[in-house]
């Protein structure tokens, strides 16, 4: 996992996609101990990828990137259970 150095070339694009996947993840599909469980794994990410997260051990880093796999199961669970597509957000 080495996204500390990606997210510094776009914060905006990788802190928008956070933001995007907490908004959809979080908007009442899933439990609340699901949604919060979420919101963790996603502030974790926030932070490790501005480099505002102290690991703390090599373990924890691959705990986050473990835990990276269950914001993708989480994410194809909210799409079967909305299959119509995201419409884009209008430009300004």
């Known amino acids: 996992m080495r996204w500390c150095g990606n997210w510094r070339a776009d914060p905006a694009f ?18 609340a101990e699901t949604e919060a469980l979420a919101r963790s794994i996603l502030n974790r990410l ?15 880093e691959l705990a986050l990137d473990q835990q990276v796999g269950v914001i993708d199961q989480l994410a194809l669970a909210w799409c079967l259970r909305h299959p119509d597509p995201i419409p884009r957000p209008q430009s300004s």
């Open 14 to 31: 990788f802190d928008g996609f956070v933001a995007f996947l907490m908004t959809h993840l979080c908007d009442g599909t899933f439990g």
């Open 46 to 60: 926030r932070a490790y990828g501005n480099c505002d997260y102290d690991r703390g051990s090599r373990d924890e």
